[in-house]
């Protein structure tokens, strides 16, 4: 079965009490349902297409079922406002290529 990824891209991060509180929060979530941080942050250069990066995440789940199970889960379903209300952006499942 393929591994899933959960891959977001912020823009207009507001470092608030509220994104603060999302951000310690949202591991503990992740982890509950077997994911695993591949990208949190860190340097992003434009290659191709017009704008300036957002915040990178990328998130690696052993298949699509448990990454929606995650993302659909009561637990990150509570802290998700906290992330809505302070930033805007995409977040989006991807389906990785299947084992040979």
Same mark, same amino acid.
């Given at each position: 079965?393929?591994? +899933?990824?959960?891959? +977001?891209?912020? %823009?207009? &991060?507001?470092?608030?009490?509220?994104?603060n509180? /999302?951000?310690?929060?949202? *591991?503990?979530?992740?982890? +509950? %349902?077997?994911?695993?941080?591949?990208?949190?942050?860190?340097?992003?250069?434009?290659?191709?297409?017009?704008g300036?990066?957002?915040?990178? &995440?990328? &998130?690696?789940?052993?298949?699509?079922?448990? +990454?929606? *199970?995650?993302? %659909?889960? *009561?637990? /990150?379903q509570?802290i998700?406002?906290?992330?809505?209300?302070?930033?805007?952006?995409?977040?989006?499942? &991807?389906?990785?290529?299947?084992?040979?």
């Amino acid at each position: 079965m393929p591994k +899933a990824y959960i891959v +977001a891209e912020l %823009h207009d &991060v507001k470092e608030t009490d509220e994104f603060n509180e /999302y951000r310690q929060r949202v *591991a503990a979530t992740v982890t +509950a %349902h077997g994911g695993r941080f591949l990208i949190r942050g860190g340097a992003a250069r434009v290659l191709e297409g017009d704008g300036a990066p957002g915040t990178s &995440v990328v &998130v690696e789940f052993d298949s699509p079922k448990r +990454a929606m *199970a995650w993302y %659909h889960s *009561a637990e /990150y379903q509570a802290i998700l406002p906290l992330r809505l209300r302070n930033s805007t952006g995409r977040v989006i499942c &991807v389906t990785g290529v299947p084992p040979a």
